[in-house]
């Protein structure tokens, strides 16, 4: 075989090689790109975010419990935090007999009886004509002045 000849027949071998790879990688372009490939990806993203999802409601309900057990960590001394967090659930609407948060005519007397009294009825907790204030509503973990700013907060809002 001349050389020519060979390069000819190699040249060709070639082309061929080079024909059958463009071939090779349309089909498997065609395959690969099919509607059940991409219904399995899109199934892989679901099932991930599924799997990832109640990650995020426990942290969300972890965190939304850490707030009904200790609102004292957020509350700090601002009364309306406090107020809402412990305060509310009677003050707010009026249950049992416990003077409503804007009631100026419940508050009228009671902020008569001065800041000092409110402030120990609050902290200390007291039995009333209208019903059984709990000592700090219930929430021991509260600090005096946290209390105390919340009943700042009721005086200013109700008067
Ligand atoms: C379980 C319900 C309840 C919760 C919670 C509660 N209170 Fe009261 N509170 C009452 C009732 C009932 C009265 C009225 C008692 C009465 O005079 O007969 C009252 C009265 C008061 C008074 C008036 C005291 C007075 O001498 O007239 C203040 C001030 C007060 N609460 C502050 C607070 C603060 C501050 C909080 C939150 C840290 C709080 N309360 C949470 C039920 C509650």
């Keep these: 075989m001349s050389d020519s000849k060979?390069?000819?027949a190699f040249g060709g071998m070639l082309m061929g090689l080079?024909?059958?790879?463009?071939?090779i990688f349309l089909v498997a372009n065609t395959i690969g790109d099919n509607s059940a490939t991409k219904l399995s990806q899109a199934d892989g993203e679901k099932a991930v975010a599924e799997r990832i999802q109640p990650m995020g409601i426990l942290s969300i309900s972890?965190?939304?419990a850490m707030d009904t057990l200790i609102p004292a960590a957020n509350a700090a001394a601002d009364g309306k935090g406090?107020?809402?967090?412990s305060c509310a659930a009677c003050h707010g609407s009026g249950v049992a007999g416990a003077p409503k948060l804007g009631d100026k005519?419940?508050?009228?007397a009671r902020?008569?009886?001065g800041n000092d009294t409110l402030?120990?009825?609050a902290i200390k907790g007291y039995q009333g004509k209208k019903g059984f204030m709990p000592a700090k509503g219930?929430?021991?973990s509260l600090a005096d002045a946290d209390v105390k700013a919340a009943v700042d907060y009721m005086v200013a809002q109700s008067k």
Excluded: S
């Excluded at 406090?82 to 967090?85: K, N, P």
């Design 138 to 140: 219930g929430n021991a």
């Design 105 to 108: 005519a419940a508050w009228k």
């Design 62 to 64: 972890a965190a939304a």
């Design 6 to 8: 060979f390069f000819k």
């Design 119 to 121: 402030y120990k009825h």
């Design 82 to 85: 406090t107020f809402d967090a």
């Design 18 to 23: 080079v024909a059958l790879t463009v071939v």
């Design 111 to 113: 902020i008569a009886q």
